[in-house]
């Protein structure tokens, strides 16, 4: 079975700091590992992804995160954001192919972006 | 051109009716998802095709039915629709080993 928890349903930062969006997960499975972004209004966007080879991943739009089995998370990171970073941000988990790709969401981390 | 689309993007009407949701990719994929989003942005997985056939069925009322005519399309037809059914409907759509979805713009359904 697998899950994903993200810490904090809503954070806020200031234009230019540092942002750190926490996600965890449990998986029976080595994982897969998604960041998406939702925009106002638009569909899903994908950030950055894990499947094997190198923990830290980077992204679009200067952010990157980690794969740290050992403490079974997955955080995002970007050094100093940007106005344009407002938005609900989705970490999710897939793992096998027997579960069709099944993909299992968190509960979402909005993004509030302060000048 | 777009990946992944959805017709229409808003759909309103009234309880009791019968709606019908359109979905294409046009990424060669083949497999393809229907999503909900609650008010509260929690992303449900309703279904799940590959090849025209359901892999995931997710616990669902039956008044929903999903439809695959060939690999890039899959429309979901809601039944007696309830003020429960408002939501957000994503499409998303892979290729089997992938990994990787890519989702539809969302159709935001409001149930009157």
């Known amino acids: 079975a697998q899950s994903v928890t993200q810490l904090g349903s809503h954070v806020s930062v200031s234009e230019g700091a540092l942002v750190l969006l926490r996600c965890n997960y449990s998986?029976?499975?080595?994982?897969?590992l998604f960041w998406y972004v939702q925009y106002p209004n638009q569909g899903l966007q994908l950030l950055l992804k894990?499947?094997?080879?190198?923990?830290l991943v980077k992204g679009i739009n200067g952010f990157e995160a980690e794969f740290k089995k050992s403490e079974t998370s997955f955080h995002l990171t970007k050094p100093s954001a940007h106005m344009s970073d407002a938005a609900e941000y989705f970490c999710?988990?897939?793992?096998?192919?027997?579960?069709?790709?099944?993909?299992?969401f968190g509960t979402g981390t909005s993004l509030t972006v302060i000048p | 051109d777009t990946a992944v689309s959805q017709t229409p993007k808003y759909l309103v009407t009234q309880m009791g009716n019968d709606k019908s949701i359109k979905c294409e990719q046009n990424?060669?994929?083949?497999?393809m998802y229907w999503y909900k989003q609650d008010s509260k942005k929690f992303l449900k997985i309703m279904f799940s095709?590959?090849?025209?056939?359901?892999?995931i069925n997710e616990t669902v009322p039956n008044r929903f039915s999903p439809k695959s005519p060939d690999k890039a399309h899959l429309n979901l037809h809601i039944n007696s629709l309830e003020l429960g059914d408002s939501a957000v409907y994503f499409c998303?759509?892979?290729?089997?080993?992938?990994?990787?979805?890519?989702f539809g713009p969302g159709t935001r359904l409001t149930v009157t």
């Open positions: 998303a759509s892979t290729l089997a080993g992938s990994y990787e979805q890519y």
């Open positions: 998986s029976s499975v080595p994982p897969y």
């Open positions: 894990y499947t094997t080879g190198a923990t």
């Open positions: 999710a988990v897939s793992g096998a192919a027997n579960t069709g790709n099944q993909f299992y």
């Open positions: 990424l060669g994929h083949d497999t």
């Open positions: 095709y590959n090849n025209k056939e359901l892999i």
